[in-house]
């Protein structure tokens, strides 16, 4: 499939990104008792991870339905470094249900203690969430039959497209429809499955989300002679792993997680087992780490000799 994140993608718009997420690797933790999160944590001997059903191969479910992938690898890193901060070494894991249109408020009500998924961190959420390190880098295109003349949104005037509630893609296509005049029946899904098939069944002319979750949904269908990708970027959208605001100490553990992973090298490999080797599941997504990506896991490395 090649490269899923365009190098067009400027340097600029990275450090941009780079701003919205956890970046104080010295945050202090404090001396006088744990954050609300992590004290929370620690009486009740778990951490309770916020998985999606069908965000592959960021998190979604084996064949026996239990939650794997990216992202909830990289939350359970965390958890581990959690145990270190609070003296618990044999936290339990709760894996609990989200979807794209209540992830945020699953953080913001304390139904979960990091949301593991294929969230992307902007300024507008950074408002009201934290975010980790960067994780991912990908951006809103089309997904269409194969038989389909469409190359570019603009091919979609006055046609129907779906998007899935609650996430940067939705308003994305709601601006390019607004910006080019374009007329779109705008469908939405409640969640990345019900948005592929309503494509799947002929209720929409496309489905519009992030390239590397299109490939991912094509490549878990088996849909290669079916469906392609298309268009140009329609949205910028780094990812991060997404917890609440206003905790300094929680967030320097989930910075530290990442710095012990890029210092010992460990995130490159572990970006590789989800997007280049075979998954579980037995897809092969084959989408190399972008350029992009693989800057912000090397400076995320502090190893003696690191070059920064």
């Not at 912000?296 to 490395?301: I, L």
Request: with cysteine; net charge neutral; aromatic share 8%.
């Amino acid at each position: 499939m090649g490269r899923i994140v365009a190098r067009s993608l400027t340097s600029g718009c990275l450090l941009l990104a780079m701003s919205l997420f956890g970046t104080s690797a010295f945050a202090q933790t404090g001396g006088e008792g744990l954050s609300p999160t992590l004290a929370a944590v620690k009486k009740a001997h778990a951490v309770r991870l916020g998985y999606r059903e069908s965000s592959p191969p960021f998190s979604f479910l084996d064949q026996s339905g239990r939650p794997i992938g990216y992202s909830l690898e990289l939350c359970e890193a965390i958890v581990e470094e959690i145990g270190v901060e609070v003296d618990d070494p044999n936290l339990r894991i709760d894996y609990v249900k989200v979807t794209s249109d209540d992830r945020i408020d699953a953080v913001l009500q304390n139904k979960i203690d990091l949301e593991c998924g294929s969230t992307t961190a902007n300024a507008e959420r950074g408002k009201r969430v934290a975010f980790s390190p960067l994780m991912f880098v990908a951006g809103t295109k089309l997904m269409v039959p194969k038989a389909s003349s469409v190359q570019s949104l603009t091919d979609l005037k006055g046609k129907t497209v779906v998007v899935t509630k609650g996430t940067t893609n939705e308003q994305a296509i709601q601006a390019a429809d607004k910006k080019f005049s374009l007329g779109l029946n705008i469908a939405v899904g409640g969640d990345h499955e019900q948005s592929y098939q309503m494509l799947a069944d002929g209720k929409a002319d496309a489905f519009a989300t992030d390239d590397i979750l299109l490939f991912g949904l094509i490549a878990r269908h088996k849909a290669q002679d079916k469906f392609r990708v298309t268009g140009d970027y329609l949205s910028y959208d780094p990812y991060g792993i997404m917890f609440r605001k206003g905790e300094p100490q929680l967030s320097a553990v989930v910075e530290r997680t990442f710095r012990k992973l890029g210092s010992n090298r460990d995130l490159v490999p572990l970006y590789n087992k989800w997007f280049t080797a075979r998954l579980p599941t037995g897809e092969r997504l084959n989408v190399p780490i972008s350029l992009q990506l693989e800057e912000a896991f090397k400076a995320m490395d502090d190893s003696a000799g690191a070059s920064n």
